[in-house]
C-alpha cells in the first residue's frame, strides 16, 4: 500500500512542520486572536472563509500533540525541524505553557487569568526573537501575515 506522504520529501515535510510550528507559537503569543478565536469566533468577520476557529485546548493539542513537544524540544531538534538555539530560546515558554492549569473551562477566566498572561509574554518574546532570527522566505512570509492578520 502506497504511503500517503510518498510525493513530499524530508525537505518539504521539515518546512510543513516549522510553519505549523509558527502558526501555534503565534495562537500562544497572540491575545488578540485568541480573543477572536477562543470567545468571539461566530461573531468574527474573518479575512479569509477559513477563519482561525480555535479554542484553548485545541491551542494546546496543535502544540504540544500534533508537534510531539509534550517531552519538550529534543525530538525536534533530532530530526532538524528547529535548531538547538531555537529550542533554547523556546524553553521559558515551552516550560510555563506545559505547567499552565487553566482556572476554568471558560476561555474568559483564561484569558483574564495571570498566570496565562505569563505564557503569552513569554511566547511573545520568542515570537520576537523568532521574527529576526528566521531566515527561510516561506516563514518569514507567513509571520508577516499573521502579524497583519490577526494582531
Known amino acids: 500500500m502506497l504511503g ?8 518539504e515535510l521539515k518546512q510543513r512542520w516549522r510553519l505549523y510550528w509558527i502558526q501555534c507559537v503565534f495562537e500562544f503569543s497572540s491575545i488578540p486572536l485568541q480573543k477572536m478565536s477562543w470567545i468571539q469566533d461566530s461573531q468574527t468577520e474573518w479575512l479569509n472563509e ?3 476557529s ?6 494546546n493539542a496543535s502544540y504540544f500533540d500534533n508537534l510531539n513537544l509534550y517531552d519538550g524540544y529534543t525530538k525536534a531538534v533530532e530530526q532538524g525541524n528547529v535548531s538547538q538555539e531555537e529550542a533554547d530560546r523556546a524553553d521559558t515558554f515551552h516550560k510555563l505553557a506545559a505547567s ?6 471558560d476561555p474568559e477566566d483564561i484569558l483574564n487569568d495571570a498566570e496565562w498572561m505569563e505564557v503569552t509574554e513569554a511566547a511573545k518574546e520568542f515570537w520576537d526573537y523568532l521574527k529576526t ?3 527561510s522566505e516561506r516563514e518569514i512570509s507567513l509571520m508577516k501575515k499573521l502579524e497583519k492578520d490577526f494582531s
Open 54 to 59: 480555535s479554542s484553548f485546548e485545541e491551542c
Open 4 to 11: 500517503l506522504q510518498e510525493d513530499i520529501n524530508d525537505i
Open 100 to 105: 499552565y492549569i487553566e482556572p476554568s473551562e
Open 133 to 135: 532570527t528566521v531566515i
Open 50 to 52: 477559513e477563519g482561525w
